[in-house]
DNA sequence: TCCGATGATTGCGT
DNA sequence: ACGCAATCATCGGA
């Protein structure tokens, strides 16, 4: 809905005064628009209905009753205005027609005047007219449009997500690492463990993606904080239960894992008795701790982060869900002008 | 009050 | 339709 709006109020801002047919399809648009934002049409009760629709779609809780008896006001002010000015243009439209016509009229005594031409001053002037009113159901419209951008723009009442939630976002994310890309089934799940809703759990993923892979050195902290977790989790269930299942970190619920066939190298990790990618994640994210240019990743004393965390090293695996950031290359710089071939890697 | 963290939106590419 | 990247707007701690 949100969208679809946006769409319209775009398509009509173009501010062509292209006066044509009668039947102007941007005015009808800007009709259409005030009608179902209830500033037109009927006096009370549609207007509130649409708006009360219009934040649920967007907000979805209905306990914003306060914010949105204040939008209703405005929405309710708006319409005032509009009317208002709608009958002093109709009022002013009228009494200029007639003033017109006397002024015909007394001429028409000294001077023949057609009744052709006096339908012609008669259309000029409601065309003029008829611009005015289109000028105002824009400004209307571009009013309605900026009291919802500030009423039911979710960002303006962004609230952070429940401790527990992100939580479980987190054990998620970091335990599927290597392809971080939960199927609609699990980002359902995952929406009904969290309270949220399953766009939210989208969202947070592709801002987790995204604002990880910028910055991988500012998440090893919690990335090792969550491995550890999981890992304990899983061990605990595996010492718990001696049936042979087999143990498959973070699949505690129904996840479907693609190419599970070779990811997760975690759990050789697992057969020592500590983990040491805690540790020397530990140790070695002192010394990575030097956030320069996140657009030059190569070319430092600061790469190869992969080994930091053994454990959680099949990010770089498949290669899957980053392309940048090659990972460790051993080889001494042999950079050529255009023969970076890396041939038959397999 | 400032600034990083964070959820949501938007434009673009596929 | 989905993901990415950039951006917006708010939150929350220093």
């Given at each position: 809905y949100e969208r679809y709006l946006y769409s319209i109020y775009c398509?009509?801002?173009?501010?062509?005064?292209?006066?044509?047919?009668?039947?102007?399809?941007?005015?009808?648009?800007?009709?259409?628009?005030?009608?179902?934002?209830?500033?037109?049409?009927?006096?009370?009760?549609?207007?509130?209905?649409?708006?009360?629709?219009?934040a649920a779609a967007a907000g979805g809780a209905t306990d914003n009753s306060i914010e949105h008896s204040d939008y209703r006001a405005k929405l309710t002010q708006i319409r005032q205005i509009y009317h208002t000015e709608l009958e002093k243009y109709e009022q002013a439209c009228n009494e200029f027609t007639t003033h017109v016509m006397n002024l015909l009229r007394e001429q028409s005594r000294t001077r023949p005047i057609s009744p052709k031409e006096i339908e012609r001053m008669v259309g000029i002037i409601h065309r003029k007219f008829s611009s005015i009113q289109m000028q105002l159901k824009q400004s209307t419209c571009e009013a309605v449009m900026i009291l919802r951008s500030r009423f039911l723009d979710a960002r303006r009442k962004r609230r952070n997500f429940s401790k527990q939630a992100t939580e479980i976002l987190n054990e998620y994310f970091y335990s599927h690492l290597s392809n971080p890309y939960p199927s609609e089934e699990a980002k359902e799940e995952l929406a009904k463990k969290c309270s949220i809703t399953v766009s939210q759990v989208s969202n947070w993923f592709g801002n987790k993606r995204i604002r990880y892979k910028k910055n991988i050195g500012k998440f090893q902290e919690e990335a090792n904080l969550y491995a550890a977790k999981t890992a304990v989790a899983a061990a605990v269930q595996n010492s718990q239960a001696n049936s042979?299942?087999?143990?498959?970190?973070?699949?505690?619920?129904?996840?479907?894992?693609?190419?599970?066939?070779?990811?997760?190298?975690?759990?050789?990790?697992?057969?020592?008795?500590?983990?040491?990618?805690?540790?020397?994640?530990?140790?070695?994210?002192?010394?990575?701790g030097a956030p320069h240019n996140p657009t030059a990743p190569q070319k430092g004393p600061t790469r190869c982060i992969s080994p930091i965390c053994p454990g959680l090293s099949s990010w770089q695996a498949n290669g899957g869900w980053q392309d940048e950031a090659p990972p460790c290359s051993v080889t001494s710089p042999v950079e050529g002008p255009g023969s970076v071939h890396s041939d038959t890697s397999n």
């Open positions: 398509g009509l801002s173009i501010r062509g005064a292209q006066e044509e047919d009668p039947p102007d399809p941007q005015l009808m648009r800007l009709d259409n628009m005030l009608l179902a934002e209830g500033v037109s049409g009927p006096e009370k009760g549609g207007g509130s209905a649409a708006a009360a629709a219009a042979p299942s087999t143990p498959n970190p973070g699949s505690s619920g129904s996840f479907n894992l693609p190419n599970s066939g070779d990811m997760f190298m975690s759990m050789p990790t697992l057969n020592g008795d500590s983990y040491p990618g805690v540790q020397v994640a530990a140790g070695v994210q002192s010394q990575v």
